[in-house]
């Protein structure tokens, strides 16, 4: 069997998207993903740019925020792996920081420019109750 998936430098496409999900500013972090790019973070599945954009503003406005990347792998067919980790806190609570481990998967629809047919988004595990 041939070894198919390779660990890559980030793209310029990833980080923009990390950094719109920090700053909920969606711009041309968000301009992979489109009408039809569905989303399945943890067991919620989310359908098209402006309800992932929702489902982000939902989740996130409360807290400061920053993704890191730790690793990224290119695959075959189009699939993209992301190990990172998200730093955050209440932003009632800055001094309480808590880590949380994520991984992103994502399905490309094309390479160029970068069209985001499925994200599958796993967080955690990390103590809930600290910032939720």
Do not use: C
């Amino acid at each position: 069997m041939a070894d198919t998936t390779q660990a890559t430098a980030v793209p310029g496409w990833v980080l923009k998207f990390l950094d719109a999900i920090d700053t909920l500013e969606f711009g041309e972090g968000f301009a992979p993903l489109t009408d039809n790019t569905d989303m399945y973070f943890g067991t919620a599945h989310i359908h098209g740019v402006e309800a992932i954009k929702e489902f982000f503003v939902k989740i996130d406005a409360p807290l400061v925020i920053s993704h890191e990347v730790l690793e990224f792998w290119t695959a075959s067919d189009g699939v993209r792996l992301l190990r990172g980790e998200a730093v955050m806190a209440k932003k009632s609570e800055p001094e309480r920081v808590v880590r949380a481990p994520f991984m992103h998967i994502f399905y490309l629809a094309q390479e160029e420019p970068v069209r985001i047919r499925t994200i599958r988004v796993t967080a955690g595990p990390l103590q809930t109750d600290a910032v939720m």
